[in-house]
């Protein structure tokens, strides 16, 4: 372990992190609900990423977001997926849904390239809110100061957890990470009641696109449409998630890992 590179949160913005990243290049690893994250903000910062964890290069890049007027800034959405997103905004609910890019939200987008790792080949990425408040102090902080971005992945080898402990991210991001902040404890406070076998090490995950990265429709009171909304992963709070989709889509799916 370097001892050096670790701080504990504390319950306030970490300037540490926050200054940091700034300066380009850099990745951090940061609580959030489900366990730990690998974050950055440039392409460079997203190649050590990559790097770090050995992960496909085919999987949308997932974004950070710290506020619903970031959210409403960067993605393309129906009103039916805008309402959805501010009921798991506003019971603090983390969601995370595959979108398009508003072409008007890509200037927002590092122009180092950072847009061929942040994109799938349909041009989509992961937009994700709630996630945990060490992170989402971190969003909210990069986008008030000059429209910052804050990439992220699991902050663990591609295809294996962390277990919610930052002993758990392994030596290779260790490594990696200029800053690792150590929030065991809140990590293990959203599933109190849950075991290290039985707690969610994942975020539900929602694809709103079709097959070409088309935005699916809004559907009213219509029934049987497709396309739909897919959901690709379950995770944290899956059962509220499902209840709030069904209250605006009467035809969705539910297809685990279908992206992957």
């Known amino acids: 372990m370097t001892a050096d590179k670790y701080v504990k949160w504390n319950g306030t913005p970490q300037t540490e992190a926050i200054e940091l990243l700034k300066t380009g290049g850099k990745t951090i690893v940061c609580p959030t609900k489900v366990g730990y994250i690998i974050g950055t903000t440039d392409r460079a910062g997203l190649e050590r990423k990559f790097s770090a964890k050995n992960r496909n ?112 991210i392994g030596e290779r991001i260790e490594n990696e990470a200029d800053l690792i902040i150590e929030g065991d404890d809140y990590v293990r406070s959203i599933q109190p009641e849950k075991t290290v076998e039985t707690r969610y090490e994942q975020g539900v995950m929602i694809s709103f696109v ?28 899956v059962e509220r998630i499902m209840m709030h989709l069904s209250d605006g889509y009467n035809s969705w799916d539910y297809r685990h890992g279908e992206y992957y």
Not at 64 to 88: H, N, V, W
Not at 117 to 146: H, N, Y
Not at 214 to 228: C, F, H, I, M, Y
Request: proline share 6%; charged share 25%.
């Open 57 to 168: 290069r085919n999987k949308p890049g997932v974004v950070l977001i710290g506020s619903l007027e970031q959210l409403d800034a960067l993605a393309e959405m129906t009103p039916a997926i805008r309402e959805f997103y501010e009921k798991c905004w506003q019971e603090d609910v983390l969601l995370g849904c595959i979108l398009p890019w508003k072409e008007s939200g890509k200037q927002y987008i590092p122009n180092d390239g950072s847009s061929e790792l942040m994109t799938d080949v349909r041009d989509t990425s992961c937009f994700v809110i709630k996630f945990g408040v060490p992170g989402e102090q971190i969003a909210a902080a990069r986008w008030s100061d000059g429209n910052g971005m804050f990439f992220a992945s699991s902050a663990n080898p591609s295809g294996k957890g962390n277990r919610g402990v930052v002993a758990g």
């Open 210 to 237: 079709d097959k070409e990265g088309k935005l699916v429709p809004d559907q009213g009171d219509q029934r049987s449409v497709t396309p739909a909304p897919v959901l690709i992963r379950k995770g944290l709070d």
